[in-house]
C-alpha cells in the first residue's frame, strides 16, 4: 500500500527517531518552555508510532523470515554487524512500544513539574533502546540495547519516583545487573564458538549439550530477573510503587516483556535442547508465581502494588505458554504479553488518575466513588474484567489459547494455569468492590471529580485495543504463526536429533 517506506531505512526511522526528538528537546532553551518541550515530546513519539503502523500495513504475514533487513559492517574484522530487521515475534512488541510512548508523554502532561526537560529526553531515549532491542539481528548489537535500557529506567525512577524512590532504583538496577553479566560471558563464549553474532545462524548451530546447559542458565538469569519469574520478582513491587505514574507503565508494558521475548528468541530458539531439559522447572517456578503473588496481591493495602503483584502472576502464565513448545501455547503467550502490556498499562494510568486528585494509593482511604466518577468507573471495570480473562477481551484470548496448549501438554498443568484465573478474579473484583462500591464514608472523595479530556484521550485507545483484540484476534496472531512455527520445527528436529 505504502511502497516508499521499501525505499527508505524505515526500521532505522522507528528506532532513531525518538532519539532525534531527544536532542531536539535538549537543544532547546532551557527557560519556560515546559510546554513546547511537552509538545515536540509528544509529536516524536507520534511519528515514531505512524511509522510502526506503515510497518504493519506493510508486513507479509506469510513470511517466517525477517523483514525490511538492514545490515551495515560495524567495527574491524569481526562479525560484528548494525543488523536489524522485523518478524511477527518483534512486530507487536515494537508496535505496543511505539503505542505507549506517547500516552506516556501525555500522562506526565501535568504531574511532573521539576525537571521536565530531561524527563522528557529519557522517555524518548528509552523509546529508542527498546525498539532497538526488539529489532536487532546481531546478538551483540541485542545485548547493548537491552542492557542500555535500565539506564533510563533506572534514572526515571530514581528522579521522578516516590520518597523511596533511591532504593527503589538501585533495587531494580542491581537485580537486572545480576544476570547481565552472567548473559555478557554467555555472549562472548557464543562468539568464539561459532564465529558468528548473527541469530539466525546462532539457530542452526549445534553446541555441545554441557556448554548449551551452561548458555541457557546464564540467558535465564537475565531474563527471568526481567519477565520477573519467582523469586526473582521482588525489585518489581517496589519499583512499581516509587516510579511515576508514566515509569510504571513502560514497566509493566514493555520492560516486562523483554524476558519473554528473550524466552522466545534465544531460549527456544538458539538453546531448544537446553530448554527441554530445564522446561519441567520452569513450569514448576511458573505455577509457584501464578498462586504464590496471587495470594500476596490479595492481601496488599497499596494499589499499585496489588497490580505489580498481578503482573508477576500473568507472567507466570506467559512462561508456562512459552515452554510447554507447542503452537498455541507460545501465540497463547504471545497475545498474553500483548494484553498485559496494554492492561497493566491502563491499570496504572488508572491508579494515576486517583493518585493526582487524592494523593494516595491506599486502598482503604477510597469507597463509593462511583457516585462522583462514573465514566472513570467503566473505564476501570473494562480494564478489570480484560485483566481476569473476560470472553470478548484481549485477556481471554491469550489465557485461553495459553490454557489450551497447557493441556495438550500436561493436564495437570493446564489446571494449575487455570488457577491464575480464578485468583485474578478473586484480588481483582474485591479491589474494584473496595474502590467504587458502598457508601463514601471518606469526606475528601465528596469532591473528586471524573475523568477529564486529556485522561479520556489517554485511555479511550486502550479499551479500543482490548476489545479488537479479544474480538478479532487473527488480526494478531497471523503475523506470528509463521516465525513461531519455524521455532518450535527447529525445536523438534534439534531434540529428536
Known amino acids: 500500500m505504502f511502497n516508499f517506506i521499501y525505499n527508505i531505512p524505515i526500521l532505522s526511522i522507528v528506532i532513531f527517531l525518538p532519539l532525534i526528538g531527544a536532542f531536539t528537546i535538549f537543544l532547546l532553551p532551557n527557560k519556560n518552555n515546559s510546554n513546547l518541550v511537552k509538545i515536540t515530546a509528544l509529536f516524536f513519539s507520534f511519528l515514531t508510532f505512524i511509522f510502526s503502523i506503515l510497518i504493519w500495513i506493510n508486513f507479509d504475514n506469510n513470511i517466517s523470515e ?72 546481531d546478538l551483540l548489537l541485542f545485548y547493548i540495547f537491552f542492557e542500555s535500557v535500565l539506564i533510563p529506567m533506572f534514572l526515571i525512577i530514581g528522579i521522578w519516583g516516590g520518597s523511596n524512590r533511591v532504593y527503589a532504583s538501585f533495587k531494580f538496577f542491581l537485580y537486572t545487573l545480576l544476570g547481565s553479566v552472567l548473559m555478557l560471558l554467555a555472549v562472548i563464549y557464543i562468539y568464539q564458538q561459532s564465529g558468528t553474532m548473527d541469530i539466525r545462524e546462532l539457530q542452526n548451530h549445534n553446541f555441545t549439550d554441557n556448554s548449551e546447559y551452561w548458555l541457557w542458565l546464564a540467558f535465564f538469569a537475565s531474563f527471568a530477573v526481567k519477565i520477573p519469574m519467582w523469586p526473582f520478582h521482588t525489585w518489581l513491587p517496589d519499583a512499581h510503587v516509587e516510579a511515576p505514574t508514566a515509569g510504571s507503565v513502560i514497566l509493566a508494558g514493555i520492560l516486562l516483556k ?69 503452537q498455541q501455547g507460545i501465540e497463547g503467550a504471545m497475545i498474553q504479553m500483548i494484553s498485559h502490556g496494554i492492561v497493566s498499562a491502563a491499570l496504572f494510568l488508572s491508579v494515576g488518575v486517583l493518585y493526582d486528585r487524592m494523593h494516595t494509593r491506599e486502598i482503604s482511604f477510597y469507597g463509593g466513588i462511583v457516585k462522583n466518577m462514573p465514566k472513570y468507573a467503566v473505564f476501570f471495570m473494562i480494564f478489570t474484567l480484560s485483566s481476569i480473562g473476560l470472553p470478548g477481551t484481549s485477556g481471554f484470548i491469550g489465557e485461553f489459547l495459553t490454557i489450551l496448549g497447557a493441556y495438550k501438554f500436561n493436564i495437570l498443568v493446564s489446571i494449575f494455569a487455570a488457577t491464575g484465573i480464578i485468583l485474578g478474579a478473586m484480588y481483582m473484583l474485591y479491589l474494584y468492590k473496595r474502590i467504587f462500591f458502598g457508601k463514601i464514608t471518606n469526606s475528601k472523595l465528596e469532591i473528586i471529580t471524573d475523568l477529564n479530556f486529556r485522561e479520556t484521550i489517554i485511555l479511550a485507545p486502550i479499551i479500543i485495543l482490548i476489545f479488537w483484540i479479544g474480538l478479532y484476534p487473527n488480526s494478531f496472531l497471523d503475523p506470528m504463526h509463521a516465525p513461531l512455527e519455524n521455532i518450535i520445527t527447529n525445536y523438534e528436529n534439534k531434540i529428536i536429533s
Open 66 to 137: 525477517y523483514q525490511f533487513v538492514e545490515k551495515i559492517k560495524w567495527f574491524g574484522n569481526f562479525n560484528f554487524y548494525y543488523h536489524i530487521g522485523i518478524d511477527g515475534i518483534s512486530l507487536f512488541l515494537v508496535l505496543l512500544s511505539t503505542f505507549l510512548t506517547p500516552i506516556c508523554v501525555l500522562a506526565s502532561w501535568n504531574n511532573i513539574k521539576v525537571k521536565i526537560k530531561e524527563y522528557m529526553i529519557a522517555f524518548l531515549i528509552l523509546e529508542t533502546l527498546i525498539i532497538g532491542m526488539f529489532l536487532c539481528i
Open 258 to 326: 523483554m524476558g519473554g521475548y528473550g524466552f522466545i528468541r534465544f531460549s527456544l530458539g538458539i538453546f531448544p535442547v537446553a530448554s527441554n531439559f530445564f522446561s519441567t522447572y520452569v513450569i514448576i517456578l511458573s505455577i509457584i508465581a501464578i498462586i504464590y503473588t496471587s495470594f500476596v496481591a490479595l492481601a496488599q493495602k497499596d494499589i499499585k502494588k496489588l497490580i505489580a503483584y498481578s503482573s508477576v502472576a500473568h507472567m507466570g502464565i506467559v512462561t508456562i505458554g512459552i515452554f510447554i513448545f507447542n
